[in-house]
Structure formats: C-alpha cells, structure tokens
C-alpha cells in the first residue's frame, strides 16, 4: 500500500462546478496534511494546509480531513478553466520518522468552459 | 523579494558527467529538501536538511549528493552513478517547527544523454 495515495485522473469538471478530489493516507499518526498545485511545467505551489479534523476554508477552496478514516479531501467551488492543474496531497508520515513530506502522485483536474 | 531561486531552469549534460545543480533562499528558513519529479509522478524525496552542517537521506538519495554549508545554500550533485539522472528537479524549503508548508523553487529540467 502507498503512503499517500490519490486517483490520477483526470477528474473533468464543467467551469462554475465544484471540484472535489480526495487522498487516502496509511499512517493514521499523522499530524499534518498539505494540498499542492502544480501547473503543466511548474513547480508546486502550497494552496491549503489542514491539522485539525474538520473543514478549513480559504475563498474558493475547502480542505476537509478525517482522521478516523485516514483521508483528506480538496473541494474547489466555483471550478475555473484557471484551476486546471495536478493537485498533489502531501502528509507528514509520522511512522518514517523523519520531518519531511510524503507526497501522493496527483489528481490532474480539467475544468471544461 | 523572498523566495527560493534554482539555476539552471535547464541543464544538459552528457552521461558520465557529475553536474550540481543549484539552490539558494533567503526566506530564512532552517529545513531545505530536494525532490525529484519523474512525468506524471509525484514528487519523491531525495535529501533533506534541518540545519547547517546536517543533512539525512530520503527515499531516492543513492547517486545524489548535498551539501549545507550555509542556511541559505543546499547544492545538490547528481552523479554519475545516478542511473536515470533526466528529471525534473524541485527544491524546498520550510521553518523547522512544522515539516509542511513547504515553499518551492522553480525547478530545474535534468536531461542527461
């Protein structure tokens, strides 16, 4: 079993929907969870982290996480030909010890106009 | 501006070849990463340090190696005993109280031939 696992993809979207991609992780330890975009080409760029179970909002962008259940979820509302990226899940394994992030291998998101 | 500079953004280099490749921050951070991005993978770790002088591997390191003589400095050195060295290679960075929220540079486009 992967550390962090995602669906690759690709998730389509009509423009205005809600986005919703998911990561399961393996060490229920865990302590803290990271969502990435990464645009064709780029380098990642940090867009929510989340600690706590629970929802945490920043504008557009929901980060859910489920401890008991192992998954943490992304939820784009209003979805926009913009927001066609690969979104990578990133966890801090607690069992690996070491300080450093696990990532998951993507969910590419095509919004559709 | 703070941030997190890498040079090259693209590197050709024939096998055989040891080639460095560069990172540099000034966001004051004490933890710097190197990852590795094969096309449509994620990103795999390949060395990391908390602080100046210290470094441990991650889970690709065989092939690689650092250097953290200054806090704002992690050169990476690709070998040549590194098999398939034609990456995408991304560094990072991050305050030490947290291993998340990590900050990427640009990265930089390895094709070895």
């Known amino acids: 079993q992967k550390e962090v696992e995602q669906n690759s993809g690709p998730l389509s979207v009509p423009e205005g929907a809600i986005a919703s991609l998911n990561c399961t992780y393996s060490?229920?330890?865990?302590?803290?969870f990271f969502w990435y975009r990464q645009y064709s080409g780029k380098s990642p760029e940090l867009i929510m982290f989340?600690?706590?179970?629970g929802d945490k909002e920043d504008g557009r962008f929901t980060a859910q996480l489920n401890k008991a259940s192992q998954y943490v979820s992304l939820l784009i509302r209003d979805s926009q030909p913009s927001d066609s990226a690969t979104y990578l899940c990133a966890v801090n394994i607690k069992g690996t010890g070491r300080r450093a992030l696990t990532f998951g291998s993507g969910t590419r998101l095509q919004v559709q106009p | 501006d703070g941030g997190i500079t890498q040079s090259p953004k693209y590197l050709f280099r024939k096998e055989g070849q040891n080639v460095t490749l560069s990172c540099e921050q000034n966001?004051?951070?004490?933890?710097m990463y190197w990852y590795r991005q094969d096309p449509g993978q994620g990103l795999r770790l390949i060395y990391y340090?908390?602080?100046?002088?210290?470094?441990q591997k991650g889970d690709i390191a065989e092939g690689y190696s650092v250097s953290r003589e200054k806090k704002e400095s992690f050169p990476l050195t690709v070998t040549s005993a590194q098999k398939n060295p034609t990456a995408f290679y991304l560094c990072?960075?991050?305050?030490?109280?947290?291993?998340?929220?990590?900050?990427f540079g640009p990265g930089t486009r390895l094709t070895v031939t």
């Open positions: 990072a960075s991050s305050t030490t109280g947290t291993a998340g929220e990590q900050y």
């Open positions: 340090s908390q602080i100046v002088n210290d470094f």
């Open positions: 966001l004051n951070h004490d933890a």
């Open positions: 989340i600690y706590s179970n």
């Open positions: 060490d229920r330890g865990s302590q803290s």
